[in-house]
Structure formats: C-alpha cells, structure tokens
C-alpha cells in the first residue's frame, strides 16, 4: 500500500461479525442487476459474476434483492429462495464464492405494494398484490413489461400478516439450505415491512396497525423468525428511516418514535448488524411537490440505540470517508454498492490507488421489458469488466 493510501488500512483488517471472522471491511451491498433471465432461477452467469467479487477481495456479499415467494415479485428475472430449483441453483452460487474465502448473505426482499397485478410473475402466484392497507403508491415508477406501462396497482389489504411472517421464515429456512451464511432482511425503501411501518401506508385498526408497537410488529416477527432459523450473530437488517422512496416518508415527530421503538426492540435480538441509508436529497423522492424521505442524520440520530450489533452505514460512500467513519467510531463498517458494479476487484484497485472502471450505465440491469436475451448479451456491462 502506497503512503497516500496509508490512512486507508483501517479497511483491510479483519473483522469479526458475529460467529464469522471478516478478512476486511469490503462490504459488498445488494445491487439489483436483473440477469436472472429467463426464469426466477439463478443462472450460471450469476455464479461468475459473485464469483469474480468475491475472488477480487469482497468479505461479505450480500445479494441482489431475493423474493421470498413468487407474489412478492416486483419486475421479470428477481431470483427467488421459494423453490427446490432455486435452492439449487443459489447453492452453486454459496459454494463458488466460499471457495474464494467470502461469506454471502441474501437480501430478503418482499416489494408488498409496489407492484402490479398484471406483472407476470404475479400472475402466476395466483395471489394479489399484498400490502397492510388498499393504498396504492403514487408516482413510483413504470411497469415497462406491462402493455400500457401502468403504474402500480391498488392492493389488497392482507387479512393476517402472519403468513408474511411465515414466508420469510422458509425462505431462511431455504437460503440455509443453499449455503448461505446468514440473511439480510430489507425493512426500508418503501417495500412491504416499511409500509407496516410507516403511517402513511399503513391504516390498518388490529393489531398490524395504528400504535408504533403494532406497527412495527410485522418487522420484529420477521427478524425473529429469520433468527431462529439462522441463529444469533447471522441476520442483518437494511432500514431507511431518511428514505422516502415509493411514496413512503412520516413526519420527523413520526419518523424518530417509530424508529427508536423498531431499532431499539430489534437491537434485542442478536443480530449481525443493521444498515442505514444515509439521507439523499438528490435521491429524495417529490411527489405532488412534497418531499417524500426525512432530511436528518442518520448516524448520529440511530448509533446510540445500536449497542448488541454492528452498526453500518451505507450510500455513497468513498474508501476515504469509509476510513474515517470506521476509525472515529462513528460506525462499525460501511457497505460499498456502486463500486462493485464495474469493479469487482474493488479492494485491490483501493489499495494500490489505482483508477476504478467506469460503469456502463447501458447495460447497468438487464433487461425488464421482458425480452430473452442470450448469455453474451446479459455478460456485457456485467462480468465482462477487466481486472488488474
């Protein structure tokens, strides 16, 4: 390591997250990439592309966004953990990257309202579109494989959220099968467990609704579940309390009581860590010219209530800053994302100051009109970058 990049070593020691030993502090974040074509099973493309992250330095992988179950579907070519196929198939993807000395975890990721009961994979669940409440999100975004690029569709108020619960825990069950280390669980970004969360989706008067406690109950039973599959030390949580995405966002007031109860009451249950996305306002969401997320800060606001797992930090972060956070103890790690897109070999190129790939941003996800593309198509922009 160069002298310029001294103050950087912070990032290459190893790290202990619960019953595993880290070799460095290069966290690779979920990054959604949509090659899972042609089906909801992981392709052999995927087990090359976690392959080269994990063989370029990455310590713990987590993946791009898994459905627990085929409803919670939001767009084509999402791998799924519902199946004996996908277990299957994700197993290949657990075994190349242990054999490059990584750890790999997946992000559970159920989208609840955010989408459409025309998409396809819907369909063929046989079920509606799940939320807490028949709200439907405004302005998040279009369904380009459906005619008509609608937006999302009215969902049904699911009469008891206690098979959510359920679903999460056999995906667990079913990732521990795959040989994954542990599981993720996206609370955040206006998908199914924060719009339990937050009160302007959720206008449910039972026990799933209305107090902070209940509330927040969906969330808790889902870390549990996953917990007592996986055991302690291998359950990580993603939360966007600033966040703001698909019509999601309460008052500050709101914001900071029903966050202090869910960080608080989860911080009980042995988990890894918890993740959270610092505030944006060039990602903030408006819609109707309100401000759709909670401009405050995110590390200072939620460290102090984080005291029996790690903390970390993500969204945008450079080498650098990630440095200086990790070594005044502001947070425990920082995931990277974007870095790893064009770089799989991340830490090297950190460590001897080398220039970073540039992200072809043509070929940043896969197709989501629903066209078939072959291999050497969904390679491009993919796992085709150059290495050092």
């Not at 069950?173 to 542990?182: H, M, S, V, W």
């Not at 425990?332 to 072809?360: E, H, S, T, Y």
């Amino acid at each position: 390591m160069s002298q310029d990049q001294s103050n950087l070593s912070v990032l290459f020691t190893p790290f202990q997250l619960g019953p595993l030993t880290l070799r460095n502090k290069f966290l690779m974040a979920a990054l959604t990439r949509d090659r899972n074509v042609p089906t909801n099973v992981p392709t052999d493309l995927m087990v090359e592309y976690y392959r080269q992250r994990a063989k370029g330095g990455a310590s713990l992988i987590v993946t791009e966004g898994t459905v627990p179950s085929q409803q919670g579907t939001l767009w084509p070519h999402v791998p799924g953990l519902w199946s004996e196929e996908q277990v299957n198939a994700w197993k290949k993807i657990t075994d190349a990257v242990h054999e490059e000395g990584a750890y790999i975890f997946p992000q559970l990721w159920h989208v609840g309202r955010i989408n459409h009961s025309q998409a396809p994979e819907q369909i063929a669940s046989g079920e509606p579109v799940y939320a807490p409440s028949a709200i439907a999100a405004r302005d998040s975004g279009k369904f380009r494989f459906i005619n008509g690029q609608p937006g999302p569709s009215v969902p049904t108020a699911i009469e008891d959220p206690r098979r959510l619960v359920e679903i999460h825990r056999q995906a667990a069950i079913n990732a521990k099968r795959a040989g994954f280390d542990g599981v993720e669980v996206h609370t955040g970004g206006g998908y199914l467990i924060h719009e339990f969360l937050d009160n302007t989706s959720n206008k449910r008067t039972d026990e799933w609704g209305g107090s902070v406690e209940n509330r927040a109950r969906l969330g808790l039973e889902v870390l549990k579940a996953v917990t007592e599959v996986f055991g302690p030390g291998r359950v990580g949580v993603k939360l966007t309390p600033a966040g703001g995405y698909h019509d999601i966002g309460m008052s500050l007031e709101d914001t900071l009581e029903t966050f202090t109860y869910f960080i608080t009451e989860a911080d009980k249950l042995d988990l890894a860590y918890m993740m959270f996305l610092r505030y944006d306002e060039k990602t903030a969401q408006i819609i109707d010219g309100e401000v759709r997320g909670v401009n405050h800060d995110v590390v200072k606001t939620w460290k102090p209530l984080v005291r029996n797992s790690k903390f970390f930090a993500i969204n945008n972060y450079t080498p650098q800053e990630a440095a200086e956070a990790i070594s005044s103890n502001q947070v425990d790690g920082v995931f990277f994302g974007r870095p790893w897109i064009a770089n799989p070999d991340f830490p090297q190129r950190v460590r001897f100051g080398l220039p970073m790939n540039a992200i072809d941003i043509g070929k940043l996800y896969g197709p989501k009109d629903g066209r078939v593309l072959e291999a050497e198509e969904l390679a491009k922009g993919y796992t085709d970058y150059p290495l050092v």
